[in-house]
């Protein structure tokens, strides 16, 4: 009874969907307020019957009602509760039902927090976002109902993915997805500026804090999986270039050029075309990973959930929504006034450039990601990209856009002078290069031109970024009173390029100095590998509430004094007869040490495979940094008006005297 | 400079970074093509003698030996109809099983051994690689997936 109360539940939410967007819009372009002011309470009626929806789900996980088949499916009796809890987004259904209901969260969200948005420009974001929803909504209600019945009930369920059995994999999901779907909040804010033919600034002004919120949890997504993928596949990679990784990939690059065009277009009032053009690229990649992650059409480690059908309907989705905005877009960009002039060395160049670039590594990842499925598509064979494709284009492209990086922190908006930007420049280039240089010469045997290239670059971008704050405090007699005026997003712009330039550190020195070794063990084996011992204390048995598992104990040593004991277990998920590996890691600051079991051989011993990662924590702590950036940006006071004006106010005080 | 001129520069500059760009994406993407082939296939002399590819098949039952002393192991893949023998140095996946259908990487050695350096098998002990399954059909066996599903 309580699941039809679900699946109706979810009926009512579409009828909710649909006031929500056709009456908002209609009343947008009539200028009829009763409609427009139907937007907001039909959002938060959609977000209720969604989240009833959404809660009776949780509620049948909870009581193992194994009469639903998506339950059967994905649960069992033995799996602890947290688990089941997860399991409700741990395959296709819930994942969906998930997606709409934080579809609804940003779509309140956006009610509640733009009071001074202009009633009619509301009324079109909500709308734009109801629309999404139905799409979504209908997606679900004729290809996968989550709250299906199955007969005979099993006695118990098929238990959940032990590779989804994991902390890391509880909050993932949810992440990766609010960032994902709060791109339809800008793809909301562009499409109703165009609906509205009103392309002036002031959308963009109004869609950066929203945006930024989506990519900052984007990038923590990327990031979460990215380190769940590190421990829990065994295989200590961070990154394989997995088609479902490039899907939360490519709306972050496009999310990221965005994030810096819409300051341009809010500023500088330049690229509004190209802004609005980026936002709906974003959205429709979210559709398009969307549409990756859960048609099952590529062949994947993660492609947990696969039916073709469902594929064609995501697939029609997009093509609506994307082929929509583009013929709109049509209609509307060309009468855009270009705003700002600017020289070719400024700011704007530079930003432009480096959104291009972002735009041309999108395209690269797109190409490898989808190129297989069009040629199998088209019965023309079976076909893989490998990962040295990935590897091969990205660094070349991530050059230049690291290099004007460094320059457009430093020149200034409209113009610059040459010879001024090359006296500030060469200092720090000397610098980057020749401590970038001595630290790749002093600390790394091997691969030393690669390890350079790296360090110098994340070299270049901090001392330009910081050399960036130097500038405006330099002049000014109290510099820490200065300091604290500047504002926080550019506070936020430093840190997340300092993030960045962490970022690059990890990867180089993890990509070229990363060392492993597959051997065999037995108990009492000592293997020498990386200047450390590996003793192999023991193997036992354990068992945890729905597998077996075996667990090796050993000792690192390192001149003789214990390092760290690493466990690692080779575990069997009984319901399933699915092995998994749970990896033993001693984490650090400048090295993992990273233990995984193989396989069981012949007389009791193990094939084990240890890793010495330098530097892989400065991938994610960089992510991390990024996204703190982000946050300090979206604090930003210039998005609070009221604040805004008194403090332009006191500014002008204290400007006077 | 004038508008027209730097409009044209910065267009030009664009042009060229996106032209250097295209080729250097267009030949590392033909580079790193993988295609795959079946063992049947292999057998008819379709495979590349040089170049790596992907193989995929089931593993043959009782086929699997190890080193004693390494981590050696070699077995035999097959798609029902012909088979071919696979080299590989390192630890096999989690889900790696006999009777199992996965897919290696590598080389040809010669006429019918395979080096592997990568062997993939999915996570999900039900699954099959779609390359394998396609094989499978093309070889006109019946896929044992789908007689398991009956089965249950």
């Known amino acids: ?657 | 400079m004038t508008s027209r001129k730097k409009r044209i520069l910065i267009v030009s500059f664009i042009l060229i970074g996106i032209s250097i760009a295209a080729t250097l994406i267009l030949t590392a993407f033909e580079e790193n093509l993988m295609y795959f082939y079946s063992p049947t296939e292999i057998a008819n002399g379709e495979a590349p003698k040089v170049r790596a590819f992907r193989i995929g098949g089931l593993v043959l039952t009782n086929s699997v030996k190890r080193n004693p002393n390494d981590l050696k192991v070699t077995f035999v893949l097959t798609d029902t109809v012909n088979e071919i023998k696979v080299i590989y140095d390192g630890i096999l996946p989690d889900l790696f099983r006999e009777g199992q259908g996965i897919v290696a990487n590598g080389k040809m050695k010669s006429d019918n051994i395979f080096v592997a350096d990568e062997v993939l098998a999915k996570h999900d002990e039900n699954y099959m690689p779609p390359e394998v399954a396609k094989a499978l059909e093309d070889a006109g066996a019946l896929n044992p997936y789908q007689e398991n599903k009956v089965a249950k």
């Open chain 1, 1 to 657: 009874m309580i699941a039809e109360l679900g699946h109706f539940s979810l009926v009512l939410a579409l009828a909710m969907a649909i006031i929500q967007s056709t009456f908002p819009i209609m009343g947008a372009a009539m200028g009829n307020l009763t409609y427009m002011s139907l937007a907001r309470p039909a959002a938060r009626l959609q977000f209720l019957f969604v989240s009833i929806s959404f809660g009776i789900l949780v509620y049948s996980f909870l009581i193992n009602d194994f009469s639903i088949s998506y339950v059967a499916n994905n649960s069992n009796t033995l799996l602890p509760w947290i688990y089941r809890f997860s399991a409700v987004w741990g395959a296709h259904e819930g994942s969906l039902l998930l997606w709409i209901l934080i579809l609804s969260i940003w779509t309140i969200a956006v009610t509640y927090f733009s009071h001074r948005l202009p009633e009619y420009f509301l009324s079109r974001v909500i709308g734009v976002m109801g629309l999404v929803s139905i799409g979504f909504l209908l997606f679900m209600l004729f290809t996968s109902n989550p709250f299906e019945r199955i007969f005979p009930i099993p006695l118990d369920g098929a238990d959940l993915n032990p590779l989804l059995q994991d902390p890391g994999l509880i909050i993932h999901p949810p992440i990766l997805y609010m960032g994902y779907v709060g791109f339809s909040v800008a793809f909301g804010f562009a499409i109703a500026a165009l609906l509205g033919g009103n392309l002036d600034t002031t959308w963009a002004r109004w869609s950066r804090p929203w945006t930024l919120l989506a990519w900052i949890f984007l990038t923590i997504g990327i990031a979460l999986g990215s380190w769940w993928a590190y421990y829990e596949l065994g295989w200590g990679g961070w990154w394989f270039w997995d088609p479902v990784e490039n899907a939360s990939f490519m709306p972050w690059l496009i999310g990221t050029a965005l994030i810096h065009s819409l300051a341009a277009t809010d500023k500088r009032e330049i690229f509004k075309n190209w802004t609005i053009l980026l936002a709906i690229c974003a959205f429709a990649l979210s559709l398009l990973g969307t549409f990756l992650v859960r048609s099952g059409v590529i062949t994947s480690v993660h492609a947990f959930a696969t039916d073709p059908t469902r594929g064609i309907f995501i697939l029609a989705l997009l093509a609506i929504f994307v082929g929509g905005s583009l013929v709109l877009y049509a209609f509307r960009a060309p009468s855009t006034k270009s705003g700002g002039k600017f020289k070719l060395l400024s700011r704007e160049t530079f930003l432009l450039f480096n959104s291009i670039l972002f735009l041309v590594a999108m395209l690269t990842v797109l190409l490898g990601t989808i190129y297989p499925l069009i040629i199998e598509a088209l019965n023309l064979g079976k076909l893989s990209v490998g990962a040295p494709y990935f590897n091969a284009v990205f660094v070349p492209i991530m050059a230049p856009l690291i290099i004007f990086l460094g320059l457009g922190v430093l020149t200034k908006w409209k113009q610059d002078d040459f010879s001024l930007l090359l006296k500030q420049l060469r200092n720090l280039l000397i610098a980057s290069l020749f401590i970038g240089i001595s630290i790749g010469l002093i600390f790394f045997e091997n691969n030393q031109l690669k390890s350079i290239a790296g360090i110098v670059a994340a070299l270049w971008i901090s001392t330009t970024s910081l050399y960036s704050l130097f500038v405006k405090i330099k002049n000014k007699k109290n510099k820490l009173a200065a300091m604290r005026i500047i504002s926080r997003s550019f506070y936020g712009m430093l840190v997340a390029h300092i993030g960045f330039a962490v970022c690059i550190v990890g990867i180089t020195i993890t990509s070229q100095h990363s060392v492993d070794i597959h051997q065999r063990m037995k108990i009492g084996d000592v293997i020498e590998f990386s200047n450390y011992q590996f003793h192999l204390k023991d193997l036992k048995a354990v068992s945890g509430p729905n597998y077996e598992a075996t667990e090796a104990i050993v000792d690192v040593i390192k001149n003789e004094s214990l390092i760290t004991t690493l466990r690692s277990q080779k575990r069997t998920y009984t319901v399933r007869n699915m092995p998994m590996t749970e990896a033993g890691i001693d984490a650090g600051f400048t090295r993992d040490i990273y233990m995984a079991l193989g396989e069981p051989l012949d007389n009791e011993s193990w094939s084990v495979r240890l890793y010495h990662k330098p530097f892989v924590r400065w991938i994610w702590l960089g992510a991390i940094l990024m996204a703190i950036g982000g946050l300090l940006a979206v604090l930003d006071k210039r998005y609070r008006l009221r604040i805004l004006k008194k403090k332009i106010i006191t500014i002008n005080n204290e400007a006077i005297p």
